[in-house]
């Protein structure tokens, strides 16, 4: 099956510790991004990459890093700095600039 | 400038009726104008979407509007049913620059049977 693998679908965090979410496409696509949603608002851009070993900041890219060692891989690290991190967390890819995103299933994040 | 403005927030329809939902932007190198949509616990899936060289485009009982000089762009549900019910969002995206997609607020669609 092709498509954006998300891990783990829930994930609990202490407040103070850094925690990694997983993206893994298999589509063959070199863009991939990544989304926060919180109840009731859109989407927002957290970081995007558009080829292997080159990534940007999105809108609100502040307590969060990544990194793209493989075309196939994206992963997210919440990290302690991020103040709120709360919320349910998007990844996605595209075969090229502008044009459609597919989306994972999401990762719900809560500190607890 | 990169905004996408969405409206309504949410909407109820009943079955069998049209709902229309409605985008503005204002940057004018978007280029790609995707909707999409999302149920409950679920990530967004793309329903249909359009570039700016056609004014409208139909897929099933979903069509996408698009007025270039107003900068607006619409999606109407024809014969909407309670599986329609769902949370929609509009995304505007800039091929010619970095291809991200730029995302409205969201409309969260209730049909009643």
């Known amino acids: 099956d092709g498509g954006i693998t998300q891990s783990p679908k829930y994930l609990f965090r202490k407040e103070g510790q850094n925690v990694t979410l997983s993206c893994e496409q298999n589509?063959?696509?070199?863009?991939m991004y990544w989304y926060r949603q919180d109840p009731g608002q859109g989407l927002r851009l957290i970081y995007y990459s558009q080829i292997v070993n080159d990534f940007q900041k999105g809108d609100i890219a502040e307590g969060y890093s990544v990194s793209r060692e493989k075309k196939e891989s994206f992963p997210l690290t919440v990290t302690s700095a991020q103040k709120n991190p709360t919320a349910f967390y998007l990844c996605a890819s595209s075969p090229g600039w502008g044009t459609e995103a597919f989306f994972g299933q999401g990762t719900r994040l809560t500190v607890v | 400038q990169q905004q996408v403005k969405q409206s309504p927030q949410s909407l109820i329809v009943q079955k069998g009726g049209i709902s229309i939902i409605n985008c503005a932007y204002e940057n004018t190198a978007f280029d790609y104008f995707p909707w999409y949509q999302q149920f409950p616990g679920k990530g967004p899936a793309l329903l249909i979407a359009?570039?700016?060289?056609?004014s409208e485009k139909k897929e099933g009982r979903f069509t996408i509007s698009f007025n270039k000089s107003a900068k607006q762009f619409s999606l109407h549900i024809m014969d909407s049913q309670p599986g329609d019910s769902a949370t929609y969002f509009c995304a505007a995206g800039d091929s010619g620059n970095t291809g991200k997609l730029i995302f409205g607020q969201g409309t969260t669609l209730q049909v009643k049977p």
């Open positions: 589509l063959n696509h070199d863009a």
């Open positions: 359009i570039r700016p060289d056609v």
